[in-house]
């Protein structure tokens, strides 16, 4: 597992590009769901904001290099979580496909 440089973790962006930055985020998420509809694929909106979120870094003084490990270092951390859920899934759905759920939800009813 690799870990952040002390003087890495010092920087920080302030607070108002933090704030456009989680605005922003907000923003894409809500014309997604209220203004674009479904037609609109959620992961362009997720994508625009990420862009955003890159150059607040970028002008907050961050080298791309930083960039790249904070991305990496939250991909390690999220990949536990997302194997399980992956495992969940595919036990649900194997259950969904042999009918042992259907069955369960025909005899306990």
Same mark, same amino acid.
Request: with cysteine.
């Given at each position: 597992?690799?870990?952040?440089?002390?003087?890495d973790a010092d920087k920080r962006p302030s607070?108002?590009?933090?704030? +456009?930055?989680?605005?922003?985020?907000?923003?894409? $998420?809500?014309?997604?769901?209220?203004?674009?509809?479904?037609? =609109?694929?959620?992961h362009i909106s997720l994508i625009f904001a990420?862009? /955003?979120?890159?150059?607040?870094?970028?002008?907050?003084?961050?080298? =791309?290099?930083? +960039?790249?490990?904070?991305?990496? #270092?939250?991909?390690?951390?999220? $990949?536990?979580? $997302?194997?399980?859920?992956? $495992? /969940?899934? /595919?036990? /649900?759905?194997? =259950?969904?496909?042999?009918?042992?759920?259907?069955?369960?939800? #025909? #005899?306990?009813?």
């Amino acid at each position: 597992m690799s870990t952040i440089n002390t003087n890495d973790a010092d920087k920080r962006p302030s607070f108002i590009g933090a704030l +456009i930055g989680i605005g922003f985020l907000c923003f894409m $998420m809500f014309a997604q769901i209220f203004l674009l509809g479904e037609d =609109w694929v959620t992961h362009i909106s997720l994508i625009f904001a990420i862009v /955003v979120c890159a150059i607040i870094a970028l002008v907050s003084g961050f080298s =791309w290099q930083d +960039i790249q490990k904070g991305i990496l #270092y939250g991909c390690e951390i999220a $990949m536990l979580p $997302m194997l399980i859920l992956m $495992m /969940v899934g /595919v036990l /649900v759905a194997s =259950w969904i496909a042999s009918g042992t759920i259907p069955s369960l939800i #025909y #005899y306990g009813s």
